[in-house]
């Protein structure tokens, strides 16, 4: 009977079994939110060497995947690409897809120089991975790695084209050459050549360390190129050579017969038959050749029968670099702007709970935040635990002072209130557990769905007070609002993304009875005006800048997303503004400031219930977002002279 090589076939399923549940499971549970990087070695090399470079760690990239990428180099350099041949999906399906192929008797194995050539384009696929990583502290390979497009259901960190390119290249490359993506393109199967190599990195890496030590400023660029060039060098030159290599395929040539078998079944298409020693820089020891050799005693593992020794080192090494990862955590950010006294000085306040602190980009625009605050001298932003640590002055801060900087108030409108209802009531209490912007969005969806609310607003104290609107008459009781307050779980969908999270709130205090003001008395303890000027906006004097007035109606529930509606208006250069403001009744209005020789009421009316708004981020790339406003009536225009 035919041998199975269960060891690593047991891998191969466990991990292509786990992602197509993942997949199905999200496919019909849509608020599962599966992190598909959580282990991703690769990822953490990224992170580590982002982390050691600018002192940021990449993406939402954790001390786990850092411990991975650790075990990784640690399984390369004392026993061989475990990962390659046992638990990557791409390199198991690119396997998988070869097999049909040389059924079908299509596939076949480059060799000579065509094999050196193609070699080339994961060395440089690794490069540029890891120089616009190291940059910019975003993992690159994010935009092409089909691994990454697939699960992440071509997410906006992917570059479609790239993407679309890769998965051809994985399935059709596969399909008629030799695995055709781990041997030419995958940036990680470069890397680990490179590690296989150990010597020659660690080598490059120590005279770097040494350099920078003795005070040579040389930027990371120059053992990059040195390190993947040589790794290129290295694998077309000594492919069949690697050293150390301590722990390998080994053949009795007294025992073995010659059969060949275990070079037709080795999946890399290593010529075992023909070695003593399998030192080749392909080798995964994933032990298929083990398995068809025929022979008892002549294939081995450094001349033992151990075939199980990959299988359970691999286990061994998952298992430490997971546990490794728990056991610190380090900052994805640390920046420190203050001089040396000032930071030797400062005290630390530490927060956790901090929701919208989950990447690398949430992590930066804090730090941007508080640079701005004077007597903050540097933060430490921690993804895994949503925590910060900022350095302050203790002679301008405490604890307090410091929550309330960090705190935002919000003002949210859930629902309009209906035309035929003059007053409105609300009930102030205070809520535990509740601070973070993610929050406000919590309680909103908590009340719309549980209440008759119309609209909430938050102010810092300890604990937060919550201010909670109804039109009056559907205020519920105390007991009924303070259950759905205290909702343990909440699903809700937004921009078409659904969603489900637990929640710790606890209504600490509970003001009754409910206080009674005017329908234009909550309009105007509700309304935060907007104002954004731009496209020369300065440069018009006031009689030639015409508004257009439209009536926000129930719009002004996304006050959230008006700098997407700025953000689309702005690509009409005939459009210089848009402010909002109350009118007589207390309803909110939108007045888009335009210059009529430029553009029209009418092409304004089409632009903001266009279906999809064309927005622009800071850096200057461009996104798309289904537009959620909708301006059912056509609004008036008059010159901005009548209300300045
Ligand atoms: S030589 Fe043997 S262990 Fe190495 S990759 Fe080929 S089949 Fe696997
Ligand atoms: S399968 Fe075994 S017997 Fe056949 S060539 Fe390879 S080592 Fe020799």
Known sequence: MKKQNWYKLIYQFAIIGILTFMGFRLLFDKAYAP????YCPFGGIQALGSYLTMDSLSCSMTSTQIMMGVALFIGIVLFSRLFCGYICPLGTISEWIGKLGDRLKVRFTPAGWIDYALRFFKYALLFLTF???????????????????????????????????????LVLGSFFMRLFWCRY?????????????????????ALYVILLLVGLDIPYLYPLI???????????????????????????TDSCIDCGLCSVKCPQGIDVANMVKVTHTDCTLCGDCLY???????????????????????????????????????????QKWGTPEQIASAGVFEM???????????STAFANQMRKVTGVYGVSTYVASHSVHILYDTTLYDDEKLQKLLFVPERRIIKSVAKDVDSVTYYSLTVDKFFDPLDATYLQHLLDQKTEACGYQSEFACPVIIRIYFPAGSEPDKETLVKAIESKNLSFTSNGNDFSVKLPYKVITFEEPAVRISKREYAEQMFTPTTSHFNGFSKYSPDVIMQYVLRMG???????????LISHLSNDKGVVGFETSLDSVGAEVGSVLFIDSLTTADRIFTTVNADTLL????????GKLANPFSFPEQGTVKPTTDNR
């Not at 593992?301 to 286990?315: A, E």
Request: glycine residues 8%; aromatic residues 14%; charged residues 20%.
């Open 292 to 334: 068809a050799c025929p022979e008892k005693n002549t294939l081995q593992i450094n001349r033992k029968n151990m075939k199980w020794l990959p299988g359970l080192v691999l286990g061994l090494l998952i298992i430490l670099g997971i546990t490794a990862g728990t056991l610190f955590e380090l900052p994805t950010i640390a």
């Open 185 to 205: 393109l995958c940036p990680l199967g470069a890397l680990s050549a490179i590690f296989k190599f150990s010597y020659w990195f660690l080598g490059v890496m």
């Open 615 to 622: 927005f622009h981020y800071s850096d200057g790339r461009t």
């Open 352 to 362: 956790s709970g901090l929701k919208n602190i989950k990447c690398f980009g949430s």
């Open 35 to 38: 992190d598909f990087e959580a």
């Open 226 to 252: 040195v390190i993947t060039a040589g790794g290129y060098i290295l694998e077309i030159t000594r492919m069949k050579k690697v050293r150390p290599d301590p722990v390998h395929i080994t053949r009795n």
């Open 554 to 564: 129930a719009n002004a529930s996304l006050k959230a997303r008006y700098s997407y």
């Open 131 to 169: 120089y616009y990583t190291l940059k910019s502290s975003e993992l690159f390979c994010k935009k092409f790695d089909p691994y990454y497009a697939v699960a992440s259901g071509f997410d906006s960190d992917v570059a479609l084209l790239w993407a679309l390119l890769a998965i051809v290249a």
